[in-house]
């Protein structure tokens, strides 16, 4: 690399990890990112003594005051919450947050390098020995790639297997000299779990919960995280990318200090899944229960066009918010228009004769929105990692191995996003959309902290059907799916239709944090599997929908069936299927055709559409059914196979296999989908 690109770069990173470290003050210090403690269930890597905690909390400002910090880690603005109360009462407070933990457990204060061991100028300027030493390390950095879900594979043994660190001679760390380790001025990021030291900077880059998530632990104990962030004992996938990242063992002292801190606030507090919703059916296929992350099986999911609440598939990332009885009566949204104010008070008085001024910031009720224009749609949603089982069988990837059952659809009642707009101020959305040819987004946030956002195109388009939802198939929204506003983007990846909607803004820039910005639902090209190697910010987040379909039941309605001519060597002895399944497009693409194969595509079936055929072009939001029987060769042990491939509006098909689609983060499986049973 020249020197000019090299100095580019530098100043890049150095930009970068600066904004990291702006992005994790300001998200210490924000009541509105508060979480809770969670109970740690700890799946220890093999051999190494883990200590397992029973109960769980969230830990109020009175118990972080009156403990120690035991990393030493800078305390980050320890008074900036100033109301505490539960995660379920989110007008006194949303979730008491992970600054307490972090000064309880030690650093928390740390900055750090995003992948890298980031140099800047001064740095090769001034000190041409530092410079060369910190472009070593780079290069060893690497030299030897960052552990990612497709190196460590699928271990199926990996409980079972002897750790090699047991039996090494570590070094010891005491918690102080992993505080000092937080990633400012160019030194490694490391953390402590359950006794043992790691060295995380080549790995934030990839870190499926964001960059700026993994750094609020930098310097310090991860068990408080892990508390709240309980999809971390789902799988060995954790243990087995850190495995390769240990550099030492805590001391004993360091790490009963944390296990005591730790025991005391499990004693004092309450578990914030405590009050998860009761009524979750036992027909769905759980994943997780903490957070809860349950799937519909196969079977029950062509069972009704409109999906019964108790059987919508469930994808939470925090506890589900609840509300008092009077939180409810009082329920506002707030609309920031901060952005925007001067521009839409000079939209407002034109005229001259109108007084009056709009708000940067005003607060819109329940009852108000209830008294908007009803509106009501009928959509489907998905999310963004349904199928990613099937990915796995490529390489393995990062999150939770959906089937085909993370896809749900209900027919939304509520308010168009452009006459909540309109109620805050905004006089002509379209104008404001238009306004000097730039980009705006409309930026959603939840009680549970959650951010994610559109393109104003889509927020104000009067054929895009985006509604600020109060109702799911005719009654009130339940707790579990967004109680009590929810927004629903039609044709959208679901994780934009943002559940527990407490605020609304127009922006110049798309939301920030890692549901918008981060790794989480960005789809990397098939041959990166380590994000440190691409700029994410140049990346599209997942927003429109691509193309899927699904089989959900194959049944022989004739046991033999004669193909072929009598005197043909092609008479071949099959049995006659009747299948049936679902397909969907997103973007409001209508589903042209659905074809089905029982021999890996030599020969096609074209299914018969049954229900939702008959929707407006270019405003298809939800699903259609389809079925068809098939002639199928039944093989030696009685089984059938089958896929399926959907075709849209635009003539887009399913590609035959994920080999080209396969992404680090198990993103978006569209490939035919492929289904085997015995008969």
């Given amino acids: ?43 220890s890597i093999p051999s190494i003594t883990s200590r397992a905690y029973s109960k769980t909390t ?28 539960t995660f379920f009462s989110p007008s006194s407070s949303s979730l008491p947050f992970l600054l307490t933990t972090a000064l309880v457990l030690g650093g ?10 980031y140099r800047n100028e001064n740095d090769c300027n001034s000190n041409s020995t530092k410079c060369s030493a910190l472009m070593e390390k780079e290069e060893e950095a690497q030299a030897h790639p960052t552990p990612t879900p497709s190196s460590v594979g699928l271990d199926k043994n990996f409980e079972d297997k002897t750790d090699a660190s047991d039996d090494l001679h570590l070094p010891i760390f005491t918690s102080e000299q992993v505080a000092e380790n937080n990633g400012e001025d160019g030194k490694p990021i490391w953390m402590s779990y359950g006794g043992i030291v790691y060295d995380v900077t080549e790995f934030i880059h990839n870190h499926p919960g964001g960059s700026e998530r993994i750094l609020l632990a930098a310097g310090s104990a991860i068990e408080p995280y892990w508390h709240l962030y309980r999809q971390h004992f789902a799988t060995d996938l954790p243990m087995r990318l850190m495995e390769d990242l240990i550099i030492g063992k805590l001391d004993e002292k360091s790490q009963d200090e944390i296990d005591n801190q730790m025991e005391k606030i499990i004693e004092e507090n309450d578990d914030p899944y405590l009050n998860e919703p009761t009524d979750r059916s036992e027909q769905l296929i759980v994943h997780g229960d903490q957070p809860m992350n349950a799937e519909v099986p196969a079977d029950l999911i062509t069972e009704s066009y409109i999906t019964p609440v108790e059987l919508f598939y469930i994808r939470h990332h925090h506890p589900v918010p609840l509300l008092r009885k009077e939180e409810v009566q009082h329920y506002e949204i707030e609309v920031d228009l901060s952005n925007f104010v001067d521009y839409l008070n000079e939209e407002v008085h034109k005229d001259k004769k109108d007084t009056v001024v709009v708000a940067p ?12 224009p009803k509106v009501e749609v009928i959509t489907t949603l998905q999310c963004s990692g349904n199928r990613r089982g099937d990915m796995n069988k490529v390489k393995r990837t990062s999150g939770t191995a959906w089937g085909q059952g993370a896809i749900s659809t209900a027919k939304w009642g509520g308010a168009r996003l452009v006459d909540v707009l309109k109620l805050a101020g905004v006089i002509n959305p379209y104008d404001l959309t238009e306004k000097d040819g730039t980009q705006k987004h409309v930026r959603f946030e939840s009680l549970d902290g959650m951010k994610a956002s559109i393109g104003m195109e889509k927020a104000t388009n009067p054929y895009g059907d985006v509604i600020i939802a109060y109702e799911m198939n005719g009654e009130p929204i339940p707790r579990e799916h967004g109680f009590p506003l929810r927004a629903i983007v039609p044709g959208y990846s679901a994780v934009r239709n943002v559940k527990w909607v407490k605020k609304i803004e127009i922006s110049t820039e798309e939301a920030e944090g890692a549901w918008q910005r981060g790794l989480n639902y960005k789809t990397l090209p098939p041959n990166v599997t380590d994000a440190k190697s691409i700029n994410l910010e140049n990346m599209p987040s997942m927003t429109e ?102 075709v849209d509006m635009a003539f887009n098909s399913q590609p035959e296999n994920a080999d080209h689609g396969w992404n680090v983060r198990g993103l978006g499986n569209n490939s035919w989908y492929r289904r085997e049973q015995k008969v």
């Avoid at 928390?108 to 061991?117: D, N, P, R, T, V």
Wanted: charged share 20%; glycine share 10%; hydrophobic share 35%.
């Fill in 545 to 646: 929908s691509s193309l899927f379909s699904g089989i959900t039941k194959m049944e022989v309605i004739k046991d033999t069936i004669t193909t072929g001519n009598d005197d043909s060597d092609s008479k071949n002895n099959m049995s006659l299927v009747k299948a049936k399944g679902w397909a969907w497009a997103g973007g409001g693409r209508n589903i042209v055709r659905v074809d089905v194969t029982g021999d890996e595509g030599k020969s096609w079936t074209t299914a018969n559409i049954v229900q939702g055929g008959d929707q407006k072009f270019g405003r298809a939001w939800a699903w259609v059914f389809w079925e068809c029987d098939i002639p199928v060769q039944v093989e030696e042990g009685g089984t059938i196979r089958l896929a399926s491939k959907a």
């Fill in 1 to 43: 690399m020249n020197a000019a690109a090299t100095a580019a770069a530098t100043s890049h990173s150095s930009s970068t990890l600066q904004n990291l470290i702006l992005h994790r003050n300001a998200f210490f210090s924000s009541s509105a990112s508060s979480l809770l403690l969670a109970p740690r269930r700890l799946r």
């Fill in 108 to 117: 928390g204060g740390g900055g750090g390098s995003a992948g890298m061991y």
């Fill in 361 to 372: 910031k005003s607060n819109i009720s329940l009852d108000d929105i209830k008294k908007l």
């Fill in 58 to 85: 969230s830990l109020p400002a009175a118990a972080a005051s009156s403990t120690s910090v035991l990393a030493g880690g800078s305390r980050a603005n320890s008074n900036s919450n100033e109301n505490h109360s």
